[in-house]
């Protein structure tokens, strides 16, 4: 009898959650947004949400053991050894499923054409598409992934979920090319990354430094 009630319990909070959920979307959708005075208001639909992207390259085996790369904005760092992506159904998701790791790598200056170009083909229609870039790859020897070594920064990565199209992904290590370091670490002014522009559809490169992290606003303290 105690755990019918407890089910019974459980279930009423469900169809509350639901029934708060639903009710929420549907105050959501009736609010009228204000637009803010003094500024071009674009609404909530506009390309440019959040700004600037990082070109992410994600690398994996398909089930040949061919090597498959695309490219992916709509990523980031979820935890101190995590990221976190969202994908739609690519030929990467398969390969996803079928090994369980992958490794990323970030478009740079010196590699715009060969990264677009990995964004703007599907591995489905053209399978050698690393290849016909003049690309190389060497196993990874921690997950079950290649390293494009073409791309002087790498994490290896593990998949931990991929669940209604988010990726979150475990890095056991990260490598890099000794020419793209300054006393032992990792010098963005040498690795040059790009980041994509979704208002103007382009690539654009990181700039100058221009402050101090945890220094630059210590004049306010």
């Not at 609010?31 to 506009?46: C, L, M, Q, T």
């Not at 990467?92 to 990995?118: H, K, M, Q, W």
């Not at 196993?139 to 994490?155: C, G, Q, R």
């Not at 700039?207 to 630059?216: M, P, R, T």
Request: charged content about 20%; some cysteine; glycine content about 6%.
């Amino acid at each position: 009898m105690k755990k019918l009630l407890t089910i019974a319990l459980a279930l009423l909070a469900f169809a509350s959650c639901q029934n708060n959920s639903q009710k929420g979307e549907t105050t959501m959708k009736n609010v009228e947004i204000k637009e803010v005075a003094g500024r071009k208001n674009f609404g909530d639909k506009h390309a440019l949400m959040t700004t600037p992207q990082p070109c992410v390259m994600i690398a994996t085996w398909d089930k040949d053991h061919n090597p498959d790369v695309m490219m992916a904005a709509w990523a980031g760092q979820l935890d101190y050894n995590q990221v976190v992506i969202s994908l739609s159904k690519h030929k990467t998701t398969e390969n996803l499923e079928l090994t369980g790791a992958f490794t990323i790598s970030f478009a740079d200056e010196r590699t715009v054409a060969e990264s677009d170009y990995f964004g703007l083909v599907s591995a489905n229609q053209v399978p050698d598409k690393v290849a016909r870039t003049g690309f190389t790859v060497t196993p990874s020897p921690n997950v079950d992934a290649p390293i494009i070594n073409e791309y002087p920064l790498t994490l290896e990565c593990k998949v931990v979920s991929f669940e209604d199209g988010m990726l979150i992904g475990e890095v056991v290590n990260q490598s890099a090319d000794e020419s793209i370091l300054t006393d032992g670490k990792i010098d963005l002014a040498k690795l040059k990354p790009i980041v994509f522009d979704a208002a103007g559809m382009c690539y654009r490169a990181i700039g100058d430094v221009v402050g101090q992290a945890w220094g630059s606003g210590k004049k306010f303290q």
